[in-house]
Each structure stands twice: as C-alpha cells, then as structure tokens.
T-cell receptor
Framework: QKEVEQNSGPLSVPEGAIASLNCTYSDRGSQSFFWYRQYSGKSPELIMSIYSNGDKEDGRFTAQLNKASQYVSLLIRDSQPSDSATYLCAVRYNFNKFYFGSGTKLNVKP | DAGVIQSPRHEVTEMGQEVTLRCKPISGHNSLFWYRQTMMRGLELLIYFNNNVPIDDSGMPEDRFSAKMPNASFSTLKIQPSEPRDSAVYFC????????????FGPGTRLLVL
C-alpha cells in the first residue's frame, strides 16, 4: 500500500508569517509530487508541482523535495487570510496513479 | 478550455434509487479518475481509466458502484441501489498519461442519499 501522510492540523499562523506544511510518502518509486489547495466546498486546485530534489519557488510558495528522506513540503511566505484552506499533498506513481494525503487545514489569522 | 465538467452539481435522492454521475474530461486528456471525498475518509480514488480502459477499480466500494467510459469525452459513475452512506462529494479528474502532467479536478457532485 502506497501511503501519503500529512498532519491534519489545523495549523494556525498569524498573517504575514511563514506557514510550513509537510508530507511524507512511503514508496521510493514515486515520480512526481504536487500540492493542491482546497477551499471549503470547492474542488482541489493545483498550486505547485515538483519533480527533482531541492526547492522550487513560485511567488509566495516554495515546494521542497527530499527523495532520500521521502518527504515533500510547502512553504507559504507572507501568509494571508485568503490562504486559509486545506492543503493536499499528492504523489504520482507509475501508470499515472495518484495518491493523496488526507490534507492539512491551514488557518491564517488576521 | 472549459475544464472538467461534471453533472449534476447537486443530487438528492432516496435510499434504493439509482444515481448516475457524469463527467466530461478536458479535451486531449487520456486519463480519467473518479474520487469520493468525505470528512471521515478524505479523498478516495474509486477508479481510473487510461484511454477509456479501466486500469484500477480497487477503490470501488462494492458491486453497487459501476463506472464506464464509452469514449474519450464522457464517463459515468453509477450507484445502484444508493444508500445513505454513499452521501459524499464525488469528483472527476483528468490528466495526460505521459510526462509530468498533473490532474485537473471538476467542480464535483454533492450527493445526498436520504
């Protein structure tokens, strides 16, 4: 069974702070890694993808991947109340199969 | 591009009735996924298709659930007979099979079985 683990939270941070979200996965055969954001009552939307070890930055978001330790993280700088949502980590394996974590709920307090 | 289209957006039905959910993937995508999301169990993969062929249906909860993809632009998920524990949000997603393409989700169908 391929597993993707996330802390369910909620993670509370003050506005303007850095939010750090973490995800671990069980299978070293994982190929691609994604972070989705899901607002209450909405569908998941892709915010970041990462494929190689290291950091990938996009605006206020930075994804970090460490394949040796089998974890992927998402940093959100200058957190805004509009970032309050559930963040889902997803891992893609062979044959185009995706596994999702249960999500971390983030609350950004004004 | 219109994105993934799902219908209906909301469905309320009575226990024992047949429910059919519909999905149109993004044009050009050759993989289609059906998920179910509940507070208790999170996002669960039910079944996925590559090139209209079911590849993995191990997530389908029981024989009451069936899914078809008769062509590249249409898929259905059917529940017969429906039960109150089937109440959930059902998402359809599509992606390209090759490369590093991710999945794109439809808006979901919110199902309530009374």
């Amino acid at each position: 069974q391929k597993e993707v683990e996330q802390n369910s939270g909620p993670l509370s941070v003050p506005e303007g702070a850095i939010a750090s979200l973490n995800c671990t996965y069980s299978d070293r055969g994982s190929q691609s890694f994604f972070w989705y954001r899901q607002y209450s009552g909405k569908s998941p939307e892709l915010i970041m993808s990462i494929y190689s070890n290291g950091d990938k930055e996009d605006g206020r978001f930075t994804a970090q991947l460490n394949k040796a330790s089998q974890y992927v993280s998402l940093l959100i700088r200058d957190s805004q109340p509009s970032d309050s949502a559930t963040y889902l980590c997803a891992v893609r394996y062979n044959f185009n199969k995706f596994y999702f974590g249960s999500g971390t709920k983030l609350n950004v307090k004004p | 591009d219109a994105g993934v289209i799902q219908s209906p957006r909301h469905e309320v039905t009575e226990m024992g009735q047949e429910v059919t959910l519909r999905c149109k993937p993004i044009s050009g995508h050759n993989s289609l996924f059906w998920y179910r999301q509940t507070m208790m169990r999170g996002l669960e993969l039910l079944i996925y298709f590559n090139n209209n062929v079911p590849i993995d249906d191990s997530g389908m909860p029981e024989d009451r659930f069936s899914a078809k993809m008769p062509n590249a632009s249409f898929s259905t998920l059917k529940i017969q007979p429906s039960e109150p524990r089937d109440s959930a949000v059902y998402f359809c997603a599509s992606s390209s099979q090759g490369g590093r393409e991710t999945q794109y989700f439809g808006p979901g169908t919110r199902l309530l079985v009374l």
